[in-house]
């Protein structure tokens, strides 16, 4: 398994953005699909954006243009922008790791990180 390790997360207004990092820990890394999920207060945890090895991209249709998944394989790291948010987008958002693309079920992913906090208000 690689180990995960999310950050950028915190207390923004309406209409901001913010960039969240995932450091993954692993030789492997560059052959991982990885994703972001995120779960609101009294909610289900959600899948928000996806990408496998080759850069193919996967997005929740409610986010596609406003939240961006990339990642920097000589760093160990994905990233997820996020622009325009909204209360609604408060969550805790968790990175995670699968050793290849099954879609966006969490059963697909082996290895999470612990999660970082985005607040928004309004």
């Known amino acids: 398994q690689v180990q995960l390790v999310e950050s950028g997360g915190g207390l923004v207004q309406a209409g901001d953005s913010l960039r969240l990092s995932c450091a993954a820990s692993?030789?492997?890394?560059?052959?991982?699909?990885m994703a972001w999920f995120r779960q609101a207060p009294g909610k289900e945890r959600e899948f928000v954006a996806g990408?496998?090895?080759?850069?193919?991209?996967y997005y929740t249709d409610s986010m596609k243009g406003r939240f961006t998944i990339s990642r920097d394989n000589a760093k160990n790291t994905v990233y997820l922008q996020m622009n325009s948010l909204n209360p609604e987008d408060t969550a805790v958002y968790y990175c995670?790791?699968?050793?290849?693309?099954?879609?966006?079920?969490?059963?697909?992913?082996?290895?999470w990180g612990q999660g970082t906090q985005v607040i928004v208000s309004s």
């Open positions: 995670a790791a699968g050793s290849t693309w099954r879609g966006p079920q969490q059963a697909g992913f082996s290895s």
């Open positions: 692993g030789r492997t890394f560059s052959s991982y699909a």
């Open positions: 990408i496998n090895w080759s850069g193919t991209k």
